[in-house]
């Protein structure tokens, strides 16, 4: 079993829409988790960031975190052609240790 | 967000050739980390790197690979002797910010020929 599992898609929907993007995971010790969106041949940018399990939300993203299902969404409202990236998860133990990554969703949103 | 500059952003050398890959963060850092992914594959970590010290290395990082802080503020990576399958972006990435929030540079895509 893969430590973290995401669909890799690829994954359309239509401007305006609400985006659903999830990951899952094996290990009950990770504790951090992120989003990051990464656009062809560039760097993985930071999103969203949460600990342990709940909600966190930053304008049109919200992270959702559920530790008992080891589970865990990013959701996108009001989606743009601007969001259309790959969209990777990432979790960590403590401290400032390694991230742990999926392999990415690959999202585009269609004007 | 602490920005981490990358140098070269691309490189194509031949395989056996040494390589060295250049991370700038824009400001005092303490950990300091590389990553890897291979094209249409996952972001791998490589090495982390914290107080002048590797803290922890990927079985990925073996003997070929070295990493070292020469001036204080540049970061980097060697590959010694490269082989096709070193064919990748690497990412420098840093630790800011509240708890582990991990930033990464654009990148540096090695191409071994």
């Not at chain 2, 005092?28 to 914290?50: A, D, P, T």
Request: with cysteine; aromatic share 14%.
């Amino acid at each position: 079993q893969k430590e973290v599992e995401q669909d890799p898609g690829p994954l359309s929907v239509p401007e305006g829409a609400i985006v659903s993007l999830n990951c899952t995971y094996s290990n009950s010790a990770f504790q951090y988790f992120m989003w990051y969106r990464q656009y062809s041949r560039k760097g993985p940018e930071l999103l969203m960031y949460t600990y342990s399990s709940g909600n966190k939300e930053d304008g049109r993203f919200t992270a959702q975190v559920d530790k008992s299902s080891k589970y865990i969404s990013l959701f996108i409202r009001d989606s743009q052609p601007s969001d259309s990236a790959t969209y990777l998860c990432a979790m960590t133990f403590f401290g400032n240790e390694k991230l742990t990554f999926g392999t990415g969703t690959r999202l585009t949103i269609i004007p | 967000e602490p920005e981490v500059t990358q140098t070269p952003s691309h490189q194509v050398t031949q395989m056996g050739q040494e390589v060295i890959l250049r991370c700038v963060p824009i400001s005092n850092h303490l950990y300091f980390y590389w990553y890897r992914q291979i094209l249409g594959q996952k972001v791998e970590f490589l090495v982390s790197f914290y107080n002048n010290e590797i803290s922890e290395k990927s079985e990925i990082f073996d003997d070929q690979f070295s990493v070292e802080r020469p001036d204080g503020s540049n970061f980097t990576l060697k590959i010694r002797s490269t082989k096709l399958e070193d064919s990748a972006m690497y990412f420098c990435a840093i630790a800011g910010g509240a708890g582990n929030t991990i930033y990464f540079g654009e990148g540096s895509w090695l191409t071994v020929v």
